[in-house]
């Protein structure tokens, strides 16, 4: 095609700047000193340093996963800081507060963190490293009884909530990276909408990594009480640099009875040069627990950054009735690899799941999509739907599938659909010869194949999702 | 209008048009009728610009400007349009999304502004009425689980909300019944006017009885080898190919 393949290619990431703030960062490396100080900035109670403490010595006895279809060089975890706050004065946060040079890191982002600039109806966290910097709209919120605020703030606010929920959906030995992050976790926002209140807003919390070699380690924690209904959504984003850092996040939701959670994640972090060199690694636990009959969690991810890519937004429906759904866009152009589906596990009665993934491959992409579906013996009318499709562009990616079904009660219905098809040359001919470019038709085509999947969102992140869609795909026509 | 010189293209190591020339002046209408693989969609590919198809010789002119040198959808934007044989799915664009993208990026092209969501859904149902297409095939994806009927008709459709300057129907009357051919045609008929030209590729006469063309090509192995009025695709229709064919081999003969 006659695209000047070069001059596309140049035009990356466009969210790859960096923000000279004065920071203060922690030693590199991790040991029990690092954890207590982490704590003590975070002025934790004793509970929350031993739990950390706890965590940290059986992540020690602990090995990194390897059975994900991704390839990396070892990560040394004592060439890492774990804790990086842009330097402030104590006291309550205000907008005025906030370093003019955050505020305007963020205005570039496109997430103003004036509260009259904003989008109507979104209230934001934004958590810059290893700190949130400013929750807007917290008074409205808080008017309609919902809790939206940092999880630093929830330890010492509401200690009781958080003391109750943290590591009710994660165990702190669940897995490699979610020990990691129980022991070092820094900031991330917490929700709690009582029980009855339809959360009057979109709840967003915006996560940038800016210093240069940390990790970020967030954890979020949402809890539903029965009758609720709350939309979150999550968006993140990082500088461009030649090393590869580290984001291992935990996210937990609770439902209960009869209650709504609908998770959406539009994640565009660094996700490398042409050459593979640099990006993030993406390696996250996200898991809801549908504890109340009747209750309702919903994932939505589009995940188009990122240098590698491992999670795997899961349900365990154990309320009788409960729903789970996940629908998943994950595209990795250049050298991206992506790992990424969920896990549906049926425990309750008339339980029901769907999964929609959608993946695709472009430049020297991999992209794998990996699910279970589990019915437990006692979840007799389970149901579950899955349809993945994977659409490649050119000839130098891959997708892969690795559905796996355990079903332990006969009554169960299962459904699986499953499609590869490569971009066809008649589909971009066709639209270029109706006026359109390469690039667009591209674009177009590959936002049809999404659909079903964008029409989860948000209105607005929806919008958004196309576009970074199109920014993802440039340069991948050839 | 167009003025396409000594033709030669290659699909893979097999040369398909061997020195194929051919003129069309602004508002006429031609048809191009000929044999199975004598080349007539390979005409229609070059023209729109399909890459796969390699000119070996010759030139091509739309408008005194070098055909061969624009991009598809340049040439799209200087006013060319294919009605295709095949017409694609795509599945979870709807049609009216691709028409409107279409439409301005080509009023893009030529340097004017977009068309307005309400403006754009005006003239879309306009002409959507015109060819007796329900409202719902503007909201379905495109071509996705269209009948053939309803493919070739949305082809007509888009053709009459993107007024083109030349017109290429590549067998546009395969697979229609009576009913829809008369559509089809009242669609493209509508369209005929004195700054509009039109290249109707067809295998069969009965198209012809409803688009009447100025003129008929036959074009076999590769060559024009004939040209006339509309009598002679009557005369074709009545005695088959095989006679041109074996005119040409004698001419070659000779």
């Known amino acids: ?478 | 209008m167009l003025e396409i010189k000594n033709l030669h293209v290659k699909v893979g190591d097999q040369e398909i048009l061997k020195g194929l020339d051919l003129t069309i002046n602004t508002g006429e209408v031609h048809s191009i009728m000929g044999p199975n693989g004598s080349g007539k969609s390979t005409l229609a590919q070059v023209l729109a610009g399909r890459e796969s198809y390699e000119v070996t010789e010759g030139e091509i002119l739309f408008e005194g400007k070098d055909l061969l040198e624009l991009a598809p959808e340049e040439r799209a934007g200087e006013g060319i349009f294919l009605a295709f044989q095949y017409p694609v799915e795509i599945p979870g664009v709807a049609n009216t999304y691709l028409l409107r993208e279409a439409l301005n990026s080509i009023r893009k092209y030529r340097g004017e502004e977009p068309l307005k969501h309400v403006e754009f859904g005006k003239l879309a149902k306009e002409k959507m009425d015109k060819m007796g297409m329900p409202d719902s095939l503007l909201r379905r994806s495109v071509n996705e689980g269209f009948s053939g009927g309803e493919k070739k008709r949305n082809e007509i459709f888009q053709m009459q909300v993107l007024e083109p300057r030349l017109a290429i129907l590549d067998e546009t009357d395969s697979g229609l019944d009576i009913d829809a051919l008369k559509i089809v045609s009242d669609g493209v008929n509508a369209l005929r006017s004195p700054e509009r030209s039109f290249l109707v590729i067809t295998h069969y006469q009965r198209l012809l009885n409803y688009i009447v063309p100025d003129f008929v090509h036959v074009l076999v192995g590769g060559r024009i080898v004939k040209s006339g009025g509309k009598e002679l695709a009557i005369e074709l229709e009545d005695r088959g190919y095989g006679w041109v064919e074996e005119e040409s081999r004698q001419a070659v003969n000779n």
């Open chain 1, 1 to 478: 095609m006659s695209i000047d393949l070069e001059k596309l290619a140049e035009q990356e990431y466009k969210y790859g700047f960096f923000t000279d703030v004065e920071q203060e960062i922690a030693p590199k490396g991790l040991n029990e000193d690092t954890i207590r100080l982490i704590s003590n900035k975070k002025e934790e109670p004793e509970w929350l340093l031993e739990w950390r403490l706890e965590a940290y010595r059986h992540w020690l006895t602990m090995k990194e996963p390897r059975w994900a279809h991704v390839k990396f060089s070892p990560i040394d975890y004592q060439g890492i800081s774990y804790y990086a706050a842009p330097k402030k004065k104590e006291g309550p946060k205000s907008l005025d507060e906030i370093d003019p040079e955050i505020k305007a890191a963020y205005d570039k982002l496109g997430i103003p963190l004036d509260e009259q600039k904003m989008l109507a109806g979104v209230a934001v966290d934004a958590v810059f490293d290893s700190v949130s910097v400013i929750t807007t709209f917290k008074e409205k919120l808080a008017e309609a009884g919902v809790i939206f605020c940092p999880i630093s703030e929830a330890v010492r606010e509401h200690p009781e909530l958080v003391k109750k929920y943290l590591g009710f959906v994660v165990p702190r030995n669940d897995n490699f990276y979610a020990a990691l992050n129980s022991a070092v976790f820094t900031d991330g926002s917490f929700v709690y909408v009582p029980r009855g209140v339809r959360c009057p807003m979109e709840l967003s919390t915006y996560f940038r990594i800016n210093a240069e070699n940390t990790g970020q380690f967030e954890r979020t924690l949402i809890i539903a009480e029965a009758g609720s209904y709350v939309s979150y959504l999550e968006g993140c984003t990082a500088p461009k640099r030649d090393e590869n850092q580290l984001h291992a996040a935990v996210v937990e939701l609770i439902a209960h009875e009869d209650a709504t959670i609908k998770y959406s994640t539009i994640q565009n972090w660094y996700p490398g040069n042409a050459e593979g060199e640099g990006g993030i690694y993406n390696f996250v636990t996200k898991r809801g627990r549908c504890v109340g009959r009747g209750s309702h969690i919903s994932w939505t991810q589009v995940e188009t950054g990122s240098a590698i890519t491992w999670k795997y937004p899961s349900c365990i429906l154990e309320g009788d009735n409960s729903v789970g759904e996940f629908y998943s866009v994950a595209l990795t152009n250049r050298r991206q690899q992506a790992d990424t589906g969920t896990k549906m596990v049926h425990l309750g009665k008339n339980t029901r799941s769907t999964i929609i993934s959608k993946g695709i491959s472009a430049g020297h992409g991999q992209n794998t999509y990996r699910g279970l579906v589990n019915i437990g013996k006692d979840a007799s009318g389970a149901r579950n739907y899955t349809q993945c499709d994977s659409m490649l562009i050119g000839d130098k990616c891959g997708a892969h599938t690795f559905p796996y079904i355990e079903v332990k009660n006969s009554t169960a219905q299962m459904e699986h659909e499953a499609s590869t098809s490569k971009i066809g040359e008649d589909q971009i001919f066709y639209c270029q010869q109706r006026g359109l470019s390469a690039e667009d038709a591209v674009s177009l085509i590959v936002n049809g194949f999404c659909k079903e999947v964008f029409r989860e969102l948000p209105f607005e992140f929806a919008v958004e999702a196309e576009k970074l869609l199109s920014i993802s795909l440039e340069g991948s026509v050839g």
